[in-house]
């Protein structure tokens, strides 16, 4: 392999790092929920990692300071109070409180199913717990065996106390495939990391709806995704002027990292929305992309032969890396004035050199993906009461059904339900 085909850095580390990448993208499932795919951090980075010392803020040379470093736990902020208006939204009414009427917020649970001894999915799993119960939900963590878990799962299924479902992956060996058949178990009304084939059918094909055309109950996406785009969103790189789905249009986005896990979906989600987006791996270079004028319904990928990461960085405006192990990215390749977010566990960014280049600096989103799993369950509970609510809208539209319901009222009233009701046609002889 030519020594620059993938990172500006050493040869050596770099190959090894998206070598790693790449092992990740044939062995792991998809949407594993390992902390290295995610970007979580370290049990002892949890409360620190992406926080700055406000004393060695403006401590800074001030060429670094043209570069603002945005906290995870700035963006998560703002997810979860929207968040808890959703709750405040899908709250029940009750006599008794203010002005004679009570809100009462509703108590959604969430289940995580350990089966592995990863201690990174127990942190994950820990801080789950945490987020949640600070923000009015409820966690239960089930530890069970690897033979049990698809029993677990399926029973969790048809439980009513349940709302959402997440399981820590990996579970069987990484040559089994038997982990994407464990994601497949999962109900798709409690799928919070959208990984059931429905919604990843939906995510690549960009069907934002799971019931056109009355677009009512809007798909899951995958929390790492979804968590990187709420950091663009919140940076204002998405132009909140231009009509819903082509946002991105006129952005270029590098995005290192190409794994089923992260980096492929990742690539595909900002290239539905607009942006012309390269996908570097150690086998090269794509262009993701919706075409020409963004004319194109969904993305297409474009091999891009000879490209390396040093064609990319150049000419992107935004740089997403998730590259697992010892991987550091060439600051002096960086655009001037481009967006840098880190999504992986490790620092893929220089924290001193990319302050010289970057306007925007991200160095974690593990806040933000746990907002987003949380904002993934409310979505969850709102489409299953739609769900409901047009089955309800069903059954009350056949006439029998409203001659039965209404017919008493109406005739207290002296009237005629059939002057409301049409009758249905006389069957034919």
């Not at 919140?234 to 819903?244: E, T």
Request: aromatic letters at 8%; a neutral charge; hydrophobic letters at 35%.
């Amino acid at each position: 392999m030519n020594k620059d085909a993938i990172c500006c850095c050493k040869t050596a580390s770099l190959c090894h790092s998206l070598q790693t990448c790449t092992s990740s993208r044939q062995e792991l499932p998809f949407g594993s929920s390992m902390c290295d795919c995610l970007g979580f951090f370290s049990k002892d980075e949890m409360d620190s990692r992406d926080e700055i010392d406000p004393k060695n803020a403006t401590e800074l040379p001030k060429a670094a300071q043209t570069c603002k470093v945005v906290l995870a736990s700035a963006v998560a902020k703002g997810l979860l109070a929207e968040i808890q208006h959703h709750l405040l939204e899908m709250s029940d009414t009750r006599p008794g409180g203010p002005d004679g009427v009570t809100f009462h917020n509703p108590v959604f649970k969430l289940v995580g199913f350990l089966a592995n001894d990863d201690p990174a999915a127990k942190v994950y799993a820990d801080f789950c717990a945490k987020t949640c119960v600070e923000n009015g939900f409820e966690f239960e963590l089930r530890q069970v065996t690897k033979e049990k878990i698809e029993e677990a799962i399926l029973a969790a299924n048809v439980d009513k106390s349940v709302h959402g479902i997440i399981v820590y992956y990996p579970i069987f060996p990484k040559a089994s495939r038997q982990d994407q058949y464990i994601q497949q178990l999962v109900s798709l009304d409690k799928d919070v990391e959208g990984l059931t084939h429905k919604y990843t059918f939906n995510m690549y094909q960009n069907i934002r709806y799971l019931d056109p055309p009355h677009n009512e109950r809007k798909s899951i996406l995958p929390c790492t995704s979804l968590a990187v785009v709420k950091v663009l969103e919140h940076l204002k790189i998405y132009h909140s002027s231009l009509p819903y789905g082509n946002r991105l249009y006129g952005r270029t986005i590098t995005v290192i990292n190409r794994s089923e896990v992260v980096g492929r979906p990742l690539a595909a989600l900002l290239a539905n929305d607009g942006a012309k987006v390269y996908s570097v791996d150690i086998d090269g270079v794509q262009l993701f992309t919706r075409g020409k004028g963004i004319k194109n319904h969904k993305h297409e990928v474009l091999e891009k032969p000879g490209w390396t990461v040093r064609d990319c960085l150049p000419i992107s405006s935004v740089v997403i890396s998730g590259v697992p192990g010892d991987y550091k990215i060439d600051s002096d390749f960086i655009k001037d004035g481009a967006t840098c977010i880190n999504i992986s566990s490790e620092k893929n960014f220089d924290a001193a050199t990319v302050k010289d280049h970057a306007a925007f600096y991200v160095p974690a989103i593990g806040k933000v993906t746990i907002a987003v799993l949380l904002r993934n369950l409310c979505r969850l509970v709102w489409n299953y009461r739609w769900e409901q609510i047009r089955l309800a809208r069903g059954y009350l539209e056949k006439p029998e059904v409203q001659r039965r319901i209404c017919g008493p009222i109406l005739e207290e009233r002296g009237l005629d339900i059939d002057h409301f009701i049409p009758l249905p046609p006389m069957p034919e002889d």
